[in-house]
Antibody, heavy 117, light 107 residues
Framework: QVQLVESGGGLVNPGGSLRLSCEAS????????MSWIRQTPGKGLEWLSY????????YYADSVKGRFTISRDNAKNSVHLQMNSLRADDTAIYYC??????????WGQGTLVTVSS | EIVLTQSPATLSLSPGERATLSCRAS??????LVWYQQKPGQAPRLLIY???NRATGIPARFSGSGSGTDFTLTIGSLEPEDFAVYYC?????????FGQGTKVEIK
C-alpha cells in the first residue's frame, strides 16, 4: 500500500523560508513522477510543481516559479519542496502526490504552512 | 495557463438522485481531464482519469465524458458517501491546473 507522509510545515514569517519533505513507502519510488499541490483553507486545490522520476524534468506553476524548488532523493524515497520568499497567500495545506499518466492517484495527508508575523 | 471552470459551484440533491457536474477548459485539453473527490479533512481521491476511465476501486455509478473543452462527471444515483467536493484537473500540458470545485450537498 502506497503511503506518503509530508513533514516540515509550520509557522514562518513573511519573507522567510521553509523546506517541506515527503517520504514515500509501498512503491518503487524511482519509477514515479511526484508533485506538490496546495490547498488554502476553505478554498480549492492549486498544483504547484512536478518532478520526473529521474529528476531531470521539472515544471512549476507561475505563482511559485522562482521562489519554490522541487527536488527528490530516490535513494531515500523522498521528494522536497524548498520554499523561499514566502508570502501570506502561501498559507495553505501542502500535499505531495504520486502522479501516473497525469493523474494524482496517491496523496499524503498534507502539512500546514502558515505565513504570518 | 489553461483555466478550468466548474459549474455549478454547489449542487443540492437528495440521495438516489443523479448528479451532473461540468468542467469547461479555456482551450482544448484533448481527453486529458481528471476528476477527484474530496471529503472534509481528507486528501482528494482520484475518481476518473483521461476523461472517462474510472480509477481502481471507483464504483460504476461514477462516469466521466467529454473531450476538447467540455467535460462532465455524472454520479448515477447518489449514495450518502458521495456528498463531497469534486475537482477537475487538466494534464494537457506540463503545467497542470485544477478547477475551483463543485460541492455536492444534501438537499
Amino acid at each position: 500500500q502506497v503511503q506518503l507522509v509530508e513533514s516540515g510545515g509550520g509557522l514562518v514569517n513573511p519573507g522567510g523560508s521553509l523546506r517541506l519533505s515527503c517520504e514515500a513507502s509501498g512503491l518503487i519510488f524511482s519509477d514515479f513522477y511526484m508533485s506538490w499541490i496546495r490547498q488554502t483553507p476553505g478554498k480549492g486545490l492549486e498544483w504547484l510543481s512536478y518532478i520526473s522520476s529521474s529528476g531531470n524534468t521539472i515544471y512549476y506553476a507561475d505563482s511559485v516559479k522562482g521562489r519554490f524548488t522541487i527536488s527528490r532523493d530516490n535513494a531515500k524515497n523522498s521528494v522536497h519542496l524548498q520554499m523561499n520568499s514566502l508570502r501570506a497567500d502561501d498559507t495553505a495545506i501542502y500535499y505531495c502526490a504520486r502522479y501516473r499518466s497525469g493523474s494524482a492517484d496517491s496523496w499524503g495527508q498534507g502539512t500546514l504552512v502558515t505565513v504570518s508575523s | 495557463e489553461i483555466v478550468l471552470t466548474q459549474s455549478p459551484a454547489t449542487l443540492s440533491l437528495s440521495p438516489g438522485e443523479r448528479a451532473t457536474l461540468s468542467c469547461r477548459a479555456s482551450q482544448s485539453v484533448g481527453n486529458y481531464l481528471v476528476w477527484y473527490q474530496q471529503k472534509p479533512g481528507q486528501a482528494p481521491r482520484l475518481l476518473i482519469y483521461d476523461a472517462s476511465n474510472r480509477a481502481t476501486g471507483i464504483p460504476a455509478r461514477f462516469s466521466g465524458s467529454g473531450s476538447g473543452t467540455d467535460f462532465t462527471l455524472t454520479i448515477g444515483s447518489l449514495e450518502p458517501e458521495d456528498f463531497a467536493v469534486y475537482y477537475c484537473q487538466q494534464r494537457s500540458n506540463w503545467v497542470y491546473t485544477f478547477g475551483q470545485g463543485t460541492k455536492v450537498e444534501i438537499k
